[in-house]
């Protein structure tokens, strides 16, 4: 399967973004699929994930209630609705399709990585 991550860039703070990541897979529509980051100097971090249904985890300590993620599984196509953006959000952002048919929040829960999306929110 190939993921393309697609809509980041420069915000300011307190902007929107929204990103999309579309998939190649005959198989999307059952997988469950994530969200992640990486910002300089930092580990890969767990921002979301979702199922086949729609039933979405967060990462309640630094995204939630900010950042929205859904899916249509008629495009093979999720996305990452991000609001009130922080400087601290900056980070390359990855998709990714999990490797079990549950949703989980570690980077080995997922198997297949799209090429990242990078999103700089100035101060």
């Known amino acids: 399967v190939q993921l393309q991550a697609s809509g980041g860039g420069l915000v300011q703070a307190g902007g929107s973004l929204r990103l999309s990541c579309a998939s190649s897979?005959?198989?999307?529509?059952?997988?469950?699929m994530g969200w992640f980051r990486q910002g300089p100097g930092k580990e890969r971090e767990f921002v979301s994930s979702?199922?086949?249904?729609?039933?979405?985890?967060y990462n309640e300590d630094s995204v939630k209630g900010r950042f929205t993620m859904s899916r249509d599984n008629a495009k093979n196509t999720v996305y990452l609705q991000m609001n009130n953006l922080r400087p601290e959000d900056t980070a390359l952002y990855y998709c990714?399709?999990?490797?079990?048919?549950?949703?989980?929040?570690?980077?080995?829960?997922?198997?297949?990585w799209g090429q990242g999306t990078l999103v700089t929110v100035s101060s």
């Open positions: 897979g005959r198989t999307f529509s059952i997988y469950p």
């Open positions: 979702i199922t086949w249904a729609g039933d979405v985890k």
């Open positions: 990714a399709r999990g490797r079990t048919l549950v949703a989980g929040r570690m980077t080995t829960d997922f198997d297949s």
